[in-house]
């Protein structure tokens, strides 16, 4: 792994993070202008607050527990792979566990641009 490529990882296990501390302030550092992101259920969002005031019906907290941290070079910057499992607490105080996730980042000039998420959290309501 480069420096470059060791830049981009670190930038989004700092973000993911900030995000798991509710840190939005810090969070919002690691992002571009016109950072873009969208999760399973919405459409694209651009700010943080906005996912947090979605994500409030949905879960009291959640954490990622990471498997594993893929980087894909792009001509222009990287893509950034983080997989693995949540674990957290719904909005009625049960907690949930073992739920899998995939997050792809988006990476150039040492900022997120894009956040595409995909996870089995609505399975795990059924």
Partial sequence: ????????ESLVRDYLQAMEQRDLEKAQTFLANG????FPGTGEMTSL???V????????????TL???NIA???DGFVVFVHGSLSGEWPDGNTFSDIRFID??????????RQDV???LANALS
Wanted: proline letters at 2%.
């Fill in 35 to 38: 950072f873009v992101m969208t």
């Fill in 49 to 51: 607050s906005t996912l």
């Fill in 73 to 75: 070079h792009e001509p």
């Fill in 104 to 113: 792809r980042f988006e990476v150039r000039n040492n900022r997120l641009e």
């Fill in 1 to 8: 792994m480069n420096v470059a490529s060791t830049a981009a």
């Fill in 118 to 120: 995909w996870n089995d």
């Fill in 53 to 64: 005031d979605w994500s409030r019906s949905r879960y009291r907290y959640v954490r990622k």
């Fill in 67 to 69: 498997a594993a941290v």
